[in-house]
């Protein structure tokens, strides 16, 4: 069974950090580009980073300078290093095949909150 499942969510403070994960089973990820998504209560779901089969990445004007992605192929594993984190960033974040039709996940909660 092809299966992508996010962990590393969860209660941080505003300025703190978090590394998510997106574990990879039934499927070789190195060719594909894959991504990071994130939605918050009653916004639409939004680009977080995407990053190539050859290391190439973009990421979303609200993570900038402050998110990292990165992948191993090898582990079949995407990260997500989310460093600053603001109030703003509370959401529920899923990884996927980028520009390539699949389901979403659960996904992983994450909460900035004092």
């Known amino acids: 069974q092809v299966q992508l499942v996010e962990s590393g969510g969860g209660l941080v403070q505003p300025g703190g950090s978090l590394r998510l994960s997106c574990a990879a089973s039934?499927?070789?990820?190195?060719?594909?580009?894959m991504g990071w998504h994130r939605q918050a209560p009653g916004k639409e779901r939004e680009l977080v980073a995407t990053?190539?089969?050859?290391?190439?990445?973009n990421y979303g004007d609200a993570v900038k300078g402050r998110f990292t992605i990165s992948r191993d192929n090898a582990k079949r594993t995407v990260y997500l290093q989310m460093n600053s984190l603001k109030p703003e960033d509370t959401a529920v974040y899923y990884c996927?095949?980028?520009?390539?039709?699949?389901?979403w996940g659960q996904g992983t909660q994450v909460t900035v909150s004092s």
């Open positions: 990053i190539t089969t050859d290391g190439r990445i």
């Open positions: 039934g499927m070789l990820i190195g060719i594909y580009e």
């Open positions: 996927n095949l980028v520009k390539v039709y699949r389901h």
